[in-house]
């Protein structure tokens, strides 16, 4: 636990290192800021994680229902967003650095975009959308741009980037001169 003197006031911070979708220690509506960066779904080294967690995931993967894969990993993602809702403040905030994947089942080669998703959810549930922050992680590959070289049929943009999303429960926050917390 980290105490910070600020002003005459004593702020207490606690950081947490632990499994978001259970979050037992934490009394509702006692958080002001969540920052997270979840297994990516539709990412190949994420797969056994989300299907320890549901085993028709792994039944879809192998028999190329990417569309229903990703439904089903995002669900399991729902639990954790549904649990820091829960113990977030209102005018809280959420940042949750997340990538979209591309990936290759069967024959069917396409994105999966995990960030709009997020969105959608957090939307739902009634919290503004904040713009986000563009993290741009470069890649040094030789295949980087259009991936196929000499051949335009199978050329794709390789991604090089991924999100940080923010969001804010509730309106926005104020403060007064004598108000202590």
Not at 71 to 80: N, P, Q
Not at 83 to 88: G, P, Q, S, Y
Not at 131 to 143: A, F, G, M
């Amino acid at each position: 636990m980290l105490y910070l003197m600020e002003n005459e006031y004593m702020t207490t911070h606690k950081v947490m290192a632990a499994d978001s979708s259970s979050l037992d220690g934490l009394n509702n509506r006692s958080v002001d800021l969540i920052v997270t960066s979840p297994p990516y779904p539709m990412i190949e080294m994420w797969d056994e994680v989300f299907s320890m967690q549901d085993n028709s995931i792994a039944a879809c993967m192998e028999n190329g229902r990417g569309h229903e894969a990703f439904a089903k990993m995002h669900a399991i993602l729902d639990r954790t967003w549904s649990e820091c809702d829960r113990v977030l403040k209102d005018s809280g905030f959420i940042c949750i650095n997340i990538g979209d994947a591309t990936r290759k089942l069967n024959d069917s080669f396409e994105l999966y975009p995990n960030h709009s998703r997020i969105i959608d959810f957090f939307f739902g549930l009634g919290y503004s959308v904040l713009p986000d922050i563009h993290w741009r992680k470069q890649s040094n590959s030789p295949n980087k741009f259009m991936g196929s070289g000499m051949y335009p049929a199978g050329a794709y943009v390789t991604y090089e980037h991924e999100y940080i999303l923010i969001f804010r429960k509730g309106g926005k926050r104020t403060f007064s001169g004598s108000q202590k917390n």
